[in-house]
């Protein structure tokens, strides 16, 4: 693919209010715990204790930011989940589709190892009608089924351009892989 396409991520009303919320309270905690632990509490074991749950809660803030989802860019041959630590590389021949995914079909999941909402809801997650999958969304419509070795969902902000920019992405992958046409099942050559 011999141009870059990139997507954004949008975020909705509810990842806005979980990640707010949650951001408060892990700062508000952290930052209390660390003070505490430096001003009130005696040299010993409880301030140690006190001291690594401000750690704890800072880590938590910190590592959300890090793994959030943030886009989404396709070029040269790979769709790259788009993160600031460890983006997520699918090289596009491995890709067998992608399509619209009703938001019904992510119904009854559950997280086996993610985040639900706090900067993204991404991770491992399974429910009955897709087995085990992996996520990287930032809100609960406009959902892209990406099917390679694993099974992937995410939200670009247009997912009828991801679609076709993917699909023709996957097309040109493909072109450099192509091997001559098999022979003519009758023997003859055209």
């Not at 930032?138 to 009828?160: F, I, K, N, Q």
Request: net charge positive; hydrophobic share 45%; glycine share 12%.
């Amino acid at each position: 693919m011999t141009h870059t396409a990139l997507f954004t991520a949008p975020w909705d009303q509810k990842l806005t209010l979980i990640t707010v919320v949650t951001s408060t309270l892990l700062l508000a905690a952290g930052a209390l715990s660390i003070w505490m632990a430096l001003t009130l509490v005696p040299s010993g074991a409880g301030r140690a204790v006190i001291l690594l749950g401000g750690l704890i809660a800072l880590a938590a803030f910190l590592l959300g930011i890090l793994f959030a989802p943030r886009g989404y860019t396709i070029a040269n041959g790979r769709l790259t989940i788009d993160r600031i630590l460890s983006p997520v590389e699918i090289p596009l021949e491995s890709i067998q589709t992608a399509e619209r995914l009703p938001a019904d079909r992510l119904a009854g999941s559950w997280r086996t190892l993610g985040s639900g909402g706090f900067f993204g809801y991404y991770g491992r997650f399974r429910n009955r009608a897709l087995g085990s999958y992996r996520m990287y969304a930032t809100r609960g419509d406009g959902c892209v089924l990406v099917r390679a070795e694993r099974l992937y969902v995410l939200t670009p902000d247009s997912p009828e351009r991801f679609i076709e920019t993917l699909a023709r992405g996957r097309g040109e992958a493909g072109a450099g892989n192509r091997h001559a046409a098999p022979p003519d099942p009758d023997g003859r050559d055209s």
